[in-house]
């Protein structure tokens, strides 16, 4: 057996391989030094162009760039009308955007358990967790496998709730023959440079409500009531603020980065699914880990590549194998420590120990790299690694 890397031996490999990472062309630089040289660096041409690629793309009818995923969420939680005394049902286990989103609306998250298998929202516990507050659900497609959107769609529908779909990891995702983007009534993307697509920072806020989208579309730019600002074309000073937004627009030079990505981002799935074949041929049947499974109702985008330890059958703890693995320079991750565990969330009174689901499983999550642009040699070191790490580590 050769020796780990953290006890002194050679690294798998010499330099360290990111989890997540952008992939940036000569186009993409080109059509952003274009719009460097244009007239419009923001609220330009470019933004549109961006909205209506990403609804030919998804089939959703209206699209409404913003900042970050953040924004988008913060902007689909405000448009769907969910305010203080409201409570929203979030996962357990996600970015914590998910449920910052609620907070910044003054409404309470209420955190729902997972399901074993996806480490989605467990539509048996979203019932649970039903009061006569309950305003709507924020469903997040974990790793960029779709929730049980239907089984939470009949939850909503029996109880007057709105769904905000968190499609942060699933761009590209389909479920029942049907694309992520159009599968609730408001969906937010996120284009920070681990997505499947990158503008640098940015989201959007996809819905077929026009109602919805308009409001987004002013809440992005400080609550201005549009409308007026169009039918005054004469007297172009004059606006007015009818409700209180933010700035979240995003920029042109952010909007054509979009634009360029966006082309790429089928083959770049594709590029995805091939990795992720390769890691099931090689590490299935491992005693000492569980491969991520897709349901056989749809198509992952696999934004994470998510294997559980079998801590029962290795003789350490997690954190021990993320170091051993560290060490051998494969930039393992984890996706998420659970959000009610968060300083700020147990100030807030929340308590441990209420998703037996998402507790235990985070305890055992490590997130291998996958990213389109690695290359066969990359995959190859992770499954070098994985296998040599555990092989040390085996019971
Ligand atoms: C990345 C992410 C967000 C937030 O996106 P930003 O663009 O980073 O603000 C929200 N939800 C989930 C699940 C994410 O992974």
Redesign the pocket.
């Known amino acids: 057996m050769t020796k780990l890397a953290i006890d002194g031996g050679n690294p798998v490999r010499t330099a360290m391989l990111p989890y997540a990472r952008q992939s940036i062309d000569d186009d993409d630089r080109r059509v952003v030094g274009e719009v460097l040289k244009s007239n419009w660096l923001t609220t330009g041409p470019k933004v549109k162009e961006f909205e209506e690629a990403v609804a030919r793309y998804t089939g959703a009818a209206e699209c409404v760039a913003v900042n970050?995923?953040?924004?988008?969420?913060h902007a689909a939680v405000w448009a769907a009308g969910i305010g203080p005394g409201d409570e929203v049902i979030v996962p357990a286990i996600?970015?914590v955007?998910?449920a910052n989103c609620v907070l910044y609306v003054g409404a309470t998250p209420v955190f729902a358990d997972i399901s074993p298998d996806t480490l989605n929202l467990d539509p048996e516990d979203v019932k649970r967790k039903l009061t006569s507050r309950t305003k709507g659900i924020l469903a997040?497609d974990?790793a960029g496998h779709p929730c049980d959107h239907d089984a939470l769609r009949a939850i909503a529908d029996e109880h007057g709730l709105i769904i905000i779909a968190?499609a942060?990891?699933s761009l590209g995702a389909t479920y029942k023959g049907r694309k992520v983007g159009t599968l609730q009534e408001i969906t937010?993307l996120?284009?920070?440079p681990?997505?499947h697509v990158t503008t640098g920072?940015?989201?959007m806020v996809l819905t077929d409500d026009a109602d919805i989208a308009k409001r987004v579309r002013s809440f992005r730019h400080h609550g201005i009531d549009v409308d007026l600002h169009a039918r005054h074309k004469t007297n172009s000073w004059e606006y007015d603020i009818v409700d209180l937004g933010f700035n979240y627009r995003l920029p042109d030079i952010n909007c054509a980065l979009g634009v360029s990505q966006l082309v790429k981002s089928d083959r770049w799935l594709e590029r995805r699914r091939s990795i992720v074949a390769t890691y099931h041929e090689a590490l299935y049947g491992l005693p000492m880990l569980q491969l991520p499974e897709q349901r056989a109702n749809g198509f992952s985008a696999w934004?994470l590549y998510v294997v559980r330890l079998n801590l029962e059958a290795i003789t350490t703890s997690r954190s021990q194998v993320f170091a051993a693995l560290r060490a051998e320079n494969i930039g393992v991750n984890v996706h998420y420590i659970p959000i009610p565990w968060m300083t700020h969330y147990a100030n807030l009174g929340y308590k441990r120990g209420q998703w037996p689901v998402a507790e235990g499983e985070y305890e055992r999550v490590i997130s291998l790299p996958i990213y389109p642009s690695m290359t066969d040699s990359d995959v190859s070191d992770v499954v070098t690694a994985v296998k040599k790490v555990l092989g040390a580590y085996s019971r």
């Open positions: 970050t995923g953040t924004a988008a969420l996600s970015f955007a998910s997040v974990f968190d942060a990891h937010a996120s284009f920070h681990v997505k920072e940015g989201g934004h």
